[in-house]
């Protein structure tokens, strides 16, 4: 029995969290797992919102499920998330958008992988004030994130049997923070010669993007970069909505859809469980089921493209928790 931790998250999170708990269990797997409180939430019942033992319980465990969490204002975060990413050292971090048929969007048959670093760049959070009118935030690139980024995405892209890596950068402005950033790419991009190696300055990706997304496969890139092309490449596919993300480090990973919580749909029971869903099949992938994985997937493919028992953001009237009843018989089928 694999084991686990599970953050149910904030606002919207319990209810889709559970739909893929439904959903992991009409696969088969069994999970041991140990829940523990972050966000919102915690913060009213143990003082913060990111407790000593969410940490933990990750590092024990090396895997984690994670619905969408709420940074209270004037916590001392300036995120949570990127609070967890840095303290468990998650440095990469992968969001594939890919379209399901029945989506209303500009392009089909989209199968796009963001690899975003994740652990500086202006994400960094050195800023200050220089007097009263001007205010500095400081870009940090450094040759050992971006060797292990690129590096990432190379043995990403061997494993999942794709092609193609684009590095992203602006290194024709920037020339020594991206400078550094595409210097080492070039340089990794040598030891992988069965990989076709390209790179694109960001604007340029962002057009061409929304021109050819075809052409394009798994794209590497500085962590500003990657989260706004990582929605970018959302929009493609249908919306946040459709799209999981994983956070991975040497020793744990972390997985969560990539919208946020929503609190004002909070138990209302419309929520779409999709993207909560897919970062189910993510952990799953991960941990080596991959059966288990694929059978989900094409049980969402499959009730997607059907269109009834689906939220009203995919096209149709169905509760949350409906929705995710529905699947779990589809899944028990296959």
């Known amino acids: 029995m694999h084991k686990a931790t599970l953050i149910r998250g904030d606002g919207i999170g319990p209810e889709i969290t559970e739909a893929a708990l439904m959903a992991i269990e009409a696969a088969g ?3 041991n797992w140990e829940e523990v409180r972050a966000g919102e939430g915690a913060l009213e019942e143990l003082g913060t919102p990111l407790p000593s033992e969410v940490i933990e319980s990750i590092n024990k465990t090396g895997v984690a499920l994670k619905g969408p969490l709420t940074t209270p204002i ?9 609070a967890l990413r840095k303290e468990l050292d998650l440095y990469a971090n992968l969001r594939p958008s890919k379209t399901f048929p029945g989506i209303r969007s500009l392009f089909t048959d989209i199968d796009l992988v963001v690899v975003r670093e994740n ?3 202006l994400y960094a959070g050195i800023e200050h004030m220089v007097g009263e009118d001007a205010a500095e935030s400081i870009k940090i690139i450094t040759r050992r994130a971006s060797e292990r980024i690129v590096r990432f995405a190379f043995d990403y892209t061997l494993s ?5 890596v684009t590095a992203v950068h602006k290194a024709n402005i920037m020339k020594l923070s991206d400078g550094l950033f595409l210097e080492t790419a070039r340089k990794v991009a040598e030891e992988y010669p069965q990989v076709e190696f ?4 960001v604007d340029n990706m962002a057009m061409q993007l929304v021109q050819k997304p075809w052409q394009y496969d798994v794209m590497v890139m500085p962590n500003l970069y990657g989260d706004i092309l990582s929605d970018l490449c959302a929009g493609l596919v ?3 909505g459709l799209v999981p993300g994983a956070n991975i480090g040497d020793h744990a ?7 946020g919580s929503a609190p004002k749909y909070a138990g209302q029971n419309r929520a779409n469980p999709a993207a909560m869903i897919m970062a189910a099949v993510l952990m799953l992938g991960y941990i080596g089921e991959k059966d288990a994985a694929g059978k989900i997937e094409r049980a969402l493919a499959n009730l997607i493209r059907e269109g009834k ?4 953001d995919l096209g149709g009237k169905t509760g949350t928790r409906e929705m995710a009843e529905a699947l779990a018989e589809l899944i028990k089928q296959e």
Not at 198 to 201: G, H, K, L, P, Y
Request: charged letters at 35%; proline letters at 3%; aromatic letters at 6%.
């Open 74 to 82: 004037g916590s001392g975060f300036r995120s949570i998330n990127v």
């Open 198 to 201: 390209e790179d694109r300055i």
């Open 253 to 259: 990973a972390l997985f969560e859809p990539v919208h």
């Open 119 to 121: 652990t500086e760049d």
């Open 309 to 312: 028992k689906v939220t009203a």
């Open 29 to 31: 797997v069994k999970i």
């Open 238 to 240: 249908g919306g946040l």
């Open 160 to 164: 999942a049997k794709r092609k193609k």
